[in-house]
């Protein structure tokens, strides 16, 4: 009889992991995140405040020093259990509402029944459903699947214009109008055919197959006058396809159900082709844009920035990206002729990245932000010629986001990073700043992550601060920075009494040993210093973007949940990320297999020596999508520091993933560097324990990037483990299945024990 000496780790360990997966640790924290609805344009707002005992809404307005409830809750919970639905005063059964009758009431739905009810009396009126009162609520809770889109209104597969008088929609691949006074459709189009249609972008295959809602996306927008319409005539004839395999119907069906769908690939001769038109909708003209044919990479439909300008001499603003990514240009169009004017153009052999823009006073200007000199900065444009009037930031330091423009004043208010001296460069600071680039200055000090929303007026302006160790804070401020009020300060004091701690941010270098790094530590809630605890990163590569969190409600993934197993997680921004210098994020470009790894490696071993528990001869890694490919890949070239991977859902080889993220990072056309960097050539280099995961219906990432990568670890004779998850798309990585299977893997195979059998993650 043999006696098996593995260690074990719990049920108790896992449900306590499960404790602190995002929908349980969402239910210990409270005041996160204050979000400030502005009333009718004006500078005061009301927000919703969720606490231990439940939610209380409150009214601000800071023109005359008004802080308090928005309403009586008591009264208005029993007005609505007279309807017969028992609600108390902090059980409000709504997440939004609206003022009415210049404040003296107010409306809000209950179980889709939109209700009227009087705060002087505190009596209700039921209301006629209000399809601009449910496009409001989006986002707050109460109904998420009616989509805005800025000045125009959609409903359904119609966008209305912007004075009321019109609808505009889709039939028989043709655009329609139809008078919402007389009910009169007018067809302005009449060659569009399948496949050639006119505003129908590329369909989901995951919303055919009745895994997502299906939701329209019209390629229309109305012109500020509502008598034109610009649009595209998409061409998807002869272009490639991806296929999904629905092998479990949710019909029922044994039979599988295959959904094709346009996917272009990188390199690919044959794309979608959107060709722009200007409709007139009185005079049922039709005028093309004098522009050769957007190519569409993205297989969602086209995607490029544009602003209508207002008037009798209006014209359109709109950006296109050369193929490859290496220019960006800005173009003006007669919406009457189609004619074009080159007003910018930015060129870089390394790629061209889209940033934040804004026209001022009706297109007489334009605020742009690029990477000129090396470091994303504000620039002010003629809008007329488009010469260069002045750079109006300049530094090593990141301009973010283009938050509020003054007009009258000149002012131009942003966000950016790496200003501040000592502090983290990826913490986003709001700024002021004159067009004429002088007198810059901080507004918000505090050293921490801000996101910030500002009034209608431009007056104030609401922002949350705070940091990975830091639960936020929520201020309102004048636009001199002036602190008007402390809002709310968010409490976690009952997640902290489970013994979590606050996650460690920290600074390490890199590969080349001068260059700062940046990341953060998680440790799990009954951490020992006296044990030794195997690694585990957390990884994204996509240089678009940074995988470390800054700001507080970012912390809450997956990651505590893995930590509590007996993990330290890390995760690494290294050479190649976005947020840093044009060379910082560069070191990526035609280099994605890279990822990085050298400067975590570097990192990983830095901490290690200030914590003796990293035991840094038992490191894992995981990710999905970018940070799928980046698991493999780490584990394949760099086999004797990184000892077990995760991957879920890897776009494995960059020549079987789309176009549009892809050429962007590794170049156009396609060359040999795709091949060297793609997995499925390095899979004879696996030593390793590795877990491929993928969901069969998963239209971002096609499944045959990680079946390839399949293929070429049998011809090569080596062990691994794969997972197909069922009716599994892109963002099913949280699945309570696949999360557990994670779980799993890094217990058996790097902490070297035995995990309970058949845990099932919903019954902690």
């Known amino acids: 009889m043999t006696t098996d000496c593995k260690p074990r780790v719990a049920r108790e360990d896992y449900a306590r992991a499960e404790r602190f997966l995002p929908n349980n640790t969402q239910k ?29 809404f409150k009214y601000v307005d800071p023109s005359n020093g008004e802080f308090k409830e928005a309403f009586d809750h008591a009264k208005v919970a029993a007005a609505i259990s007279r309807t017969g639905k028992a609600v108390t005063h902090n059980t409000l059964p709504f997440d939004y509402f609206e003022y009415l009758d210049e404040k003296k009431a107010i409306r809000f739905l209950v179980d889709d029944e939109l209700w009227k009810c009087d705060l002087a009396t505190y009596e209700l ?51 329609y109008v139809r008078s919402t006074e007389s009910g009169e459709e007018i067809q302005l189009t009449f060659d569009g055919e399948e496949k050639n249609a006119y505003a129908v972008p590329m369909p989901s295959p995951i919303a055919r197959a009745g895994l997502i809602p299906e939701w329209s996306r019209l390629a229309i927008s109305w012109s500020p006058d509502s008598k034109r319409i610009l649009t595209h005539k998409i061409d998807q004839r002869d272009v490639g396809e991806c296929y999904l395999l629905q092998s479990v119907p949710l019909d029922g069906s044994k039979r599988p159900k295959v959904f094709s769908y346009v996917y272009p690939l990188p390199g690919d001769e044959n ?60 173009y003006s ?21 889209s940033y934040d823009r804004r026209v001022v006073n009706n297109g007489e200007e334009i605020i742009w932000i690029a990477e000129t000199d090396g470091w994303a900065h504000i620039y002010l444009y003629d809008g007329h010629t488009g010469a260069l009037k002045n750079q109006v930031t300049s530094g090593p330091w990141v301009v973010r986001e283009l938050i509020h423009v003054d007009e009258e004043e000149r002012t131009i208010y942003f966000t950016a990073g790496g200003r501040e001296r000592d502090r983290d460069p990826y913490y986003r600071h709001l700024y002021r700043v004159k067009m004429d680039g002088t007198d810059l200055q901080l507004l918000t000090p505090e050293d921490a992550e801000h996101r910030v929303n500002f009034s209608p007026t431009g007056n104030y302006f609401v922002d ?55 990341g953060m530590i998680m440790r799990p809630s009954n951490f020992d210093p006296n044990k030794k ?79 003796p528990y990293m035991d840094v001869s038992r490191v894992g890694i995981y990710g999905g999508s970018a940070g799928g490919y980046a698991s493999t890949k780490a584990i394949l070239t760099h086999p004797d520091f990184y000892k077990v991977a995760v991957s879920w859902a890897g776009n494995h080889d960059h020549r079987t993933d789309k176009a549009s993220w892809c050429e962007r990072y590794m170049g156009f056309p396609v060359d040999k560097h795709y091949e060297e960097q793609a997995n499925p050539t390095w899979a004879k280099n696996l030593k390793g324990k590795l877990l491929l995961m ?13 079946l390839q990568l399949v293929d070429a670890l049998i011809k090569a004779n080596k062990d691994f483990d794969l997972l197909i998850l069922p009716n599994g798309i892109h963002s099913s990585s949280g699945h309570p299945y696949i999360t557990r299977k994670r779980w799993d893997y890094f217990v058996k195979h790097l902490l070297g024990a035995e995990p309970p059998k058949e845990y099932q993650i919903g019954n902690a």
Do not use: C
Request: no cysteine.
């Open 533 to 611: 605890y195997p690694v585990i990163e957390y990884n994204y590569s996509g240089p678009q973007t940074n995988i470390t969190p800054k700001g507080f409600v970012g912390v809450f993934g997956q990651n505590q949940a893995l930590a509590e197993l007996g993990f330290i997680i890390v995760t690494i921004d290294g050479l190649g990320m976005n947020y840093r210098s044009k060379a910082f994020q560069d070191y990526s470009y035609k280099n994605l297999g890279d990822g990085g790894f050298p400067d975590h490696i570097s990192a990983i071993k830095q901490l290690a020596d200030r914590y």
């Open 125 to 175: 009126e039921k209301q006629e459903t209000d399809e601009e009162f449910l496009r409001s609520t989006m986002g707050f809770g109460t109904r998420g699947r009616h989509q805005g889109r800025g000045r125009q209104r959609i409903s359904g597969d119609e966008i209305t214009s912007p004075d009321g008088k019109w609808v505009a929609f889709v039939k028989e691949h043709n655009i």
């Open 464 to 518: 949350i601060y705070s940091r990975v160790d830091l639960p936020p804070e929520t201020v309102l401020r004048d636009t001199s920075g002036r602190l008007i009020k402390h809002l709310e300060s968010a409490d976690v004091e009952l997640l902290l009494a489970t013994g979590w701690t606050f996650p460690e941010p920290f600074k390490a270098k890199a590969r080349d040993g001068v260059t700062d790094i940046y």
């Open 28 to 56: 210990l924290m409270f005041g996160l995140n204050i979000r400030p609805v502005w009333i009718d344009g004006s500078d005061s707002f009301w927000y919703r405040l969720d606490t231990r005992e439940g939610k209380v």
């Open 694 to 706: 993928h969901g069969d219906m998963d239209e971002n990432v096609p499944p045959p990037a990680t």
């Open 271 to 330: 794309v979608p082709k959107a060709t722009s038109y200007i409709l007139d909708v009185e005079q049922k003209t039709q005028v093309k844009i004098d522009l050769e044919p957007m190519q569409l990479l993205f297989y969602g439909g086209p995607y490029f920035w544009m602003y209508w300008t207002k008037g009798e001499k209006d014209r359109i603003l709109m950006t296109r990206h050369e193929r490859g990514f290496t220019k960006l240009r800005l």
């Open 333 to 353: 169009v007669d919406p009457r002729t189609g004619a074009v004017q080159l007003l910018i153009e930015e060129a870089n052999e390394k790629g061209v990245d």
